[in-house]
């Protein structure tokens, strides 16, 4: 009777696969009912996710993850991870979702959902406050560029016509800038926004900015609408009342969505 342990284990099995997929789909109901929206993120991603001085996890994706778990109704639960595998943690069950200025891309997107953008960074050419001469990027043609030589930004002020400076990321690129070793930096305006909160007094200012952004979105499982739907309705909720706004100014001195 060969049949019956292999009509038994059909059975669990399809019963299995039945569970998988309704508690798949049903992630909110899940999360609605543990009180607790798991939240993968670095926590060594400053001003996105770090520890303070205290060693709080503080940052603003820390603060726009407890704003949407709150309008869902439950607490944010943080679980650190290093980037690596940070996005790989879904496929394990690890968390819910992962909240870490991740940026919308199709290939992403072909194994995972996101929600609507909510970080916007653009490519910004920076000069000293007082420099009259680069007003654009095809100003820079004969200037001296500080950037990361192997960056898309570096990419961009060598096809403007720049000589490049190599350097080892934003903080050395502004710093050749402020001394005069360079003539500008093309970066990320996020790194701009967040140098300048820090330091407002800092003699530099953005020339020009291209039209084209970089957006990043909340990340979750593919197959579970309901769960995307209510972050997409809480992002929209927070940014309606001020929330956002706020958090934004807070760590960067300007609304960073668009």
């Known amino acids: ?47 996105f996710t770090y520890h303070d001085e205290t ?7 820390v603060e726009i993850g407890e704003a949407v778990a709150n309008k869902l109704g439950v607490k944010a639960e943080f679980l650190e991870g290093k980037w690596d595998g940070l996005i790989a943690g879904l496929d ?3 968390y819910d979702t992962v909240i870490n200025q991740v940026g919308i891309t199709e290939e992403r997107k072909k194994k995972y959902d996101f929600s609507e953008p909510y970080i916007a960074s653009k490519a910004v ?56 070793r360079a003539d500008a930096t093309i970066n990320d305006s996020l790194s701009f926004l967040d140098f300048k909160k820090k330091k407002p007094d800092a003699p530099v200012k953005i020339a020009a900015e291209q039209a084209n952004a970089d957006y990043s979105g909340i990340i979750v499982r593919k197959g579970e609408p309901e769960l995307l739907e209510a972050i997409n309705k809480a992002l929209t909720e927070i940014k309606a009342d001020g929330t956002y706004d706020a958090i934004s100014q807070k760590y960067f001195g300007a609304d960073v969505s668009k």
């Open 55 to 61: 060693g709080k996890l503080v940052g603003f994706d």
């Open 125 to 180: 050419l920076i000069v000293k406050t007082d420099n009259a001469d680069i007003k654009d990027f095809p100003d820079l043609k004969g200037k001296k560029s500080a950037q990361s030589l192997t960056s898309n930004f570096g990419k961009l002020a060598e096809a403007s016509g720049a000589e490049l400076v190599g350097t080892d990321g934003f903080d050395q690129s502004i710093q050749l800038v402020l001394t005069g």
């Open 92 to 94: 394990a069950n690890r």
């Open 1 to 47: 009777m060969k049949w019956v342990p292999t009509l038994l284990a059909a059975a669990a099995f399809a019963q299995l696969v039945s569970f998988s997929a309704a508690f798949a789909g049903d992630n909110l109901a899940a999360v609605k009912s543990a009180g607790a929206l798991k939240i993968g993120t670095e926590g060594t991603y400053a001003p």
